[in-house]
């Protein structure tokens, strides 16, 4: 189960380079922390929540350094800088999932990820590379919309709403778009294609 307080490891000490009043108003956000934790969690998905707090934070610091306290409430302005950086971040996973489906033989850095992306369930998958064969060959059986909203869904955990936030379509849609997916991936026919594949020579 994964820590609930995580966020305290992206805190940090108090920044000793603010006035005292930027310091007052970091001090204000801070004690909101995990507040903002949960929100983050709940729309990018906890295993992205404490990267999207991090960013966040350098930008507020960096606006109390270089231009001092807000006008506005600095839990809003906070805020406003978290639901930035989320759907930055949702923004960059939608594309790296279209461009792993167009072209896999280079898209994602991390090995883990491609390796995870596919070995749920389907195939014993040992390295990045036969990660990469095996999703272009389920790009073979899934449509595009299937593949995108499969990817984001079991490589990334987003939930369904915020899939369809960023790929332009609705929830029902998404869930319409996984649920075919799941299906077609529990086909004995493309089971046993996965299977042939495994075995099979590159």
Known sequence: MRNRRSYQKVLGEPPTDLSPAALKQWQQVQSSASSFHRRISARVGASHADDVLAKAQVKWHDHLRRRGPVQESPLAYFAKICHNEGTDLLTA????????IEDTSSSLDDESQRVHVVKNGLTDIENSDQAARALKLLGSELSHRELTAWVLREMYEIDCATIAEHTQTTPAAVRQSMKRARDK????????????WELAPE
């Open 185 to 196: 991936l529990e086909s004995p026919l493309v089971r046993k294609r996965l299977r042939s």
């Open 93 to 100: 996973m939608t594309k790296l999932a279209e461009q792993y």
